[in-house]
């Protein structure tokens, strides 16, 4: 009966020892699986959606720099203009040149709402427009065969410190081609109104961007010219 006994218990025992094994065994292929399904979403970067150190994008086909040489002039009250002329001038290979008043506008200068503002007081006495510039003078201006020339809307035209820059230089033999920044307002007549004042040069329909235009939508205006 002992002898019995006793091999019971070894059967039992090895019986109890295979089905371990096996349920071991099961557990590290699931484990093995599972690190397998997570690895590449765990280890893949995530995309890189950052703009400030990304290569500026380049536009396709052929560009205003192809054809000849592209000058981006442009004024900027608050740093929107500019960064759409950068843009520009990116994306055609361009050069730039900033329009800068004399008597450079103050943030308390720029408030529309303040009847007694700077730029209120313009805009309600047209003579008070005339605004002195450092230059008008872009350097190696008759090498130009585009000129991209961009300002803020003010009052639905172009800021006038532009105005002192169009009047200042001959346009002839040049394509021209409008730009300006806006929280709302559309280009509007400004473009027709510089090409007036200039009275010469081959003016281009403009583009209107918002305040914070990205490089991507300037980058697409740009390739759509067809220069």
């Known amino acids: 009966m002992k002898t019995w006994k006793r091999l019971f218990s070894c059967l039992l025992a090895g019986a109890m020892a295979l089905s371990l094994a096996a349920c071991g065994g099961n557990d590290s292929a699931a484990s093995d699986q599972t690190t397998e399904e997570q690895t590449p979403e765990e280890t893949t970067p995530p995309a890189d ?3 400030d150190t990304a290569a500026p994008e380049t536009s396709g086909g052929d560009t205003a720099a192809d054809s000849g040489s592209v000058l981006v002039v442009y004024y900027s009250a608050t740093g929107n203009t500019e960064a759409a002329a950068g843009y520009i001038a990116e994306a055609t290979g361009g050069d730039l040149f900033e329009i800068t008043p004399a008597e450079p506008y103050t943030s308390d200068d720029l408030n529309w709402s303040d009847e007694n503002s700077r730029v209120s007081q313009e805009y309600a006495d047209e003579s008070l427009r005339d605004v002195e510039l450092t230059t008008t003078e872009a350097e190696n201006w008759d090498s130009y065969d585009t000129v991209f020339i961009g300002y803020p809307i003010w009052w639905g035209i172009a800021a006038w410190p532009v105005d002192g820059f169009v009047e200042a230089n001959d346009f ?3 394509t021209v081609i409008p730009f300006c920044t ?3 307002s559309g280009l509007g ?5 510089l090409a007036e004042l200039a009275g010469t040069g081959d003016w281009q329909d403009g583009e209107r961007f918002r305040s914070s ?3 991507e939508d300037v980058n697409e205006w740009v ?3 067809g220069l």
């Open 172 to 174: 002839t033999g040049k």
């Open 189 to 193: 007549e400004s473009g027709d109104l």
């Open 213 to 215: 235009a990205s490089q």
């Open 49 to 51: 959606t950052s703009t």
């Open 182 to 184: 806006s929280s709302s």
């Open 223 to 225: 390739d759509s010219l």
